[in-house]
């Protein structure tokens, strides 16, 4: 760590990947700044965990703005050393069934577009300034849905992790100049509380026979956060058992 603290700033911190993420920077004595439209949840706690989250719409364009406003405020030193982009959101059917593109609507496919695709965006380029101080890394968690048709991962959330891919590409050479280092990891079936009924059926595909762990995608990310990958931009890193293969 060189003697300084560095700072984390993460969407989507509430559970699964984003709770294992949190713990994990923690772990390695980062400070952890969170933002999700939740309010603090002490069943996900970490230390400082409720003075440093802040409750924010991410498909909300006027709250978005706002909520950068006040994370540039929680940077002490005007610095930023990462950014995860792990929020995201995949609308059903009625019957919990998988939305393609006959059947979703248009205010869905803004509302998806506008979490996973636009406020990593504007995260993003709205710190750049507190990244480049900070020398900093960004890290937007994609999807294996991104790069194939998945039998539970609807057309809208597939298409915008998608384009969160491409655009990571986009940041890497832009950003690089700067000093910023931008990446993307695209989870498999990892076992969180939100994965849909029927996973299981899915191991078959897989050729580590299982599925992930929250912490293991975690550990990637911290890595990819680290002077350890001090050589790596541009890259998405497939999290999956080897289902993609």
Not at 67 to 82: I, N, P, Q, W, Y
Not at 135 to 148: E, K, L, M, Q
Not at 234 to 241: D, K, L, S, T, W
Request: glycine share 14%; charged share 20%.
């Amino acid at each position: 760590m060189d003697g300084q603290t560095k700072t984390l700033i993460l969407t989507g911190a509430s559970r699964g990947i984003g709770h294992a993420t949190a713990k994990e920077f923690e772990r390695h004595g980062w400070r952890v700044i969170t933002c999700s439209r939740r309010a603090f949840s002490n069943e996900c706690p970490w230390s400082g965990g409720p003075d440093n989250h802040i409750q924010i719409d991410l498909g909300d364009a006027g709250n978005r703005a706002a909520g950068v406003d006040e994370l540039r405020s929680k940077l002490e030193d005007g610095a930023l050393h990462a950014l995860v982009n792990n929020a995201a959101i995949s609308p059903k059917a009625e019957d919990g069934g998988r939305l393609g593109a006959l059947d979703t609507g248009m205010g869905d496919w803004m509302r998806v577009f506008q979490v996973n695709f636009f406020a990593p965006m504007v995260l993003a380029t709205e710190l750049i300034e507190e990244l480049r101080a900070g020398r900093g890394s960004i890290v937007n968690v994609t999807s294996i849905a991104g790069g194939r048709v998945h039998r539970f991962a609807g057309s809208a959330y597939a298409t915008s992790k998608a384009a969160l891919a491409a655009l990571t590409r986009e940041m890497a050479a832009d950003f690089g100049p700067l000093g910023v280092r931008v990446n993307a990891i695209a989870p498999g079936e990892i076992n969180t509380p939100i994965l849909s009924p029927g996973t299981e059926g899915l191991l078959k595909d897989i050729p580590m026979g299982r599925l992930g762990t929250p912490e293991e995608v975690a550990r990637t990310i911290f890595f990819l956060c680290s002077g350890d990958s001090s050589y790596m931009t541009g890259a998405e890193v497939h999290i999956n058992g080897g289902e993609h293969v």
